[in-house]
């Protein structure tokens, strides 16, 4: 069977992937660093279902200061998913953060494959590398990112190029689109929202809540990844997207509608970085990897509620 390494292997988006590639036959090498962006509990509750199944093995590795060689050695496809997420921390002193784990272990990663016979390198990457332009959002678009995070996003896409035009690794970036579903990350916005409704907190919006985003459920994420390692695309950026946006006060109708609660929420400053809004074109999703988005929001949505009540708490 092939071979693939995970990197982010415990995360939100990297446990569903794992988890289809052993449903699909692969032999998996999971790692992740675990590191207290969030929960550590919930990221071990994310590997429990895969991490004593015969074709999977895990690994705590931090990338930037581990020995990669055994890890890397004979795996067929590399889907690097591990990162330093999120637009709004990464301003200021924790930029070194972002710089460390979404730049240099990228680097670090493609040269401990320089010389291997790896089918494919997937890296994921992230529509923050636009900034703010005309929608849709094409790939021919000059990026032109408005954070320090969609910065090192596009930082390591290029980085991807360089070692593929130079040592001959084939690589795909994949630009993911506001990924949601069951396991999203604590901090992201369907979460808090899930969470506020379930427990009456308090929610803040950021902005006046009219800003929209493509939002994108997490198996069709999955499937389009898994997608670009077994297509003919190399050296491409393809975007993957939901083909569901909306904006943030349409998010709240919708969970008010699931939950059958209001949600009590306040308005707050806009964040600097945020994008007003963000839409995928998927001409070379559906080209390259006949990508088709195939979960419908409130259907995701209410997959992601469902979860929170029985896991997230």
Known sequence: MDKCLVTGAAGFIGSHLVEKLVASGFFVVGIDSFTNYYSQQQKKRNI???????????????ILFDDLHSLVKDIDYCFHLAGEPGVRLSWGQ???????QNVFTT??????????????????SSSSVYGACDLPMKEVNQPKPISP??????????????YWHNHKIPFVALRYFTVYGPRQR??????RMI???EIGELFYVYGDGKQTRDFTYVDDIVDATIS????????EVINTGGGSRANIIEIINLLEKISDRKLNFEHIEGQKGDPSDTLADLEKATRYLNYQSKTHLEQGLKNQFQWFREYGK
């Open 228 to 235: 670009a390692a077994k297509s003919g695309a190399c050296g």
């Open 149 to 162: 995070y969609g910065v090192t996003k596009l930082a390591a896409e290029q980085i991807c190029h360089a």
């Open 107 to 124: 680097q670090k990663l493609l040269e401990s494959l320089k010389g291997t016979s790896i089918k494919k390198f997937i890296y994921a």
């Open 48 to 62: 429990e279902e895969f991490i004593n199944l015969p074709n999977v093995t895990f690994h705590s590795v931090d």
């Open 195 to 197: 969470k506020c409704l």
């Open 94 to 100: 924790t930029f070194q953060n972002y710089l460390h």
């Open 186 to 191: 604590p901090d992201m916005a369907f979460s």
